[in-house]
C-alpha cells in the first residue's frame, strides 16, 4: 500500500514528492536526473485538494477537515 500523502506539510521544499520514497530534496534515489517534484500546495497553494478527485491519496484525518 502506498504511503498516505499529507495535505499541507510544513517544509514540502525539502522533499521530492514525485514518488513514495518522499527523498530528501538535496538527495534523490529516483535517479532520474531531474529535479524534484514539487508537492502541490507549493504549486496550486494551501486548498489544492479542493480541485479535483485526490481522495484516493490525502491522509484520512486530513478528509475529515477540508469542509466538504
Do not use: V
Not at 525539502?14 to 538527495?27: E, F, L, Q, V
Not at 534523490?28 to 480541485?51: F, S, V
Amino acid at each position: 500500500m502506498a504511503k498516505k500523502f499529507p495535505l499541507n506539510p510544513p517544509h514540502p521544499e525539502r522533499i521530492c514528492w514525485g514518488c513514495d520514497r518522499y527523498c530528501p530534496a538535496d538527495s534523490l534515489a529516483c535517479g532520474n536526473g531531474a529535479d524534484r517534484t514539487q508537492h502541490p500546495a507549493e504549486m496550486m497553494g494551501d486548498d489544492w485538494y479542493r480541485y479535483g478527485d485526490y481522495s484516493d491519496l490525502i491522509a484520512t484525518d486530513a478528509r475529515s477537515k477540508r469542509g466538504d
